[in-house]
């Protein structure tokens, strides 16, 4: 069983950055694909990122340039780092892992079999 833990999230202005981190349990994490989620009143949950045991990366295409994911295998943490916050970035953000060593992108929510419980972010304009 894997846990995870996401924080970070907040009320931020417009324009600004923050970092989203995910501290997982768990002796193997540096086999874990992880990625992450995020969810708007009234939407469906969507891909943001991921990042393969192998340190690849792939993003949704609307976010490219202004999010960045990686991964502390030392800390067992991923962390999401999100530039230029626009207001359409308010969600609650989901950390998720499975344990698998393919080395393509994965970006289904069926992909994933562990989730964390979420972290809020709002982007006030």
């Known amino acids: 069983q894997v846990q995870l833990v996401e924080s970070g999230g907040g009320l931020v202005q417009a324009g600004v950055s923050l970092r989203l981190s995910c501290a997982a349990s768990?002796?193997?994490?540096?086999?874990?694909?992880m990625a992450w989620f995020r969810q708007a009143p009234g939407k469906e949950r969507e891909f943001v990122a991921a990042i393969t045991w192998n340190y690849n990366t792939d993003y949704a295409e609307s976010l490219k340039g202004r999010f960045t994911i990686s991964r502390d295998n030392a800390k067992n943490t991923v962390y999401l780092q999100m530039n230029s916050l626009k207001p359409e970035d308010t969600a609650v953000y989901y950390c998720a892992a499975t344990v698998d060593r393919r080395t393509t992108i994965m970006t289904m929510r069926r992909d994933y079999a562990y989730w964390g419980q979420g972290t809020q972010v709002t982007v006030s304009s």
């Open positions: 768990g002796r193997t994490f540096s086999a874990y694909h």
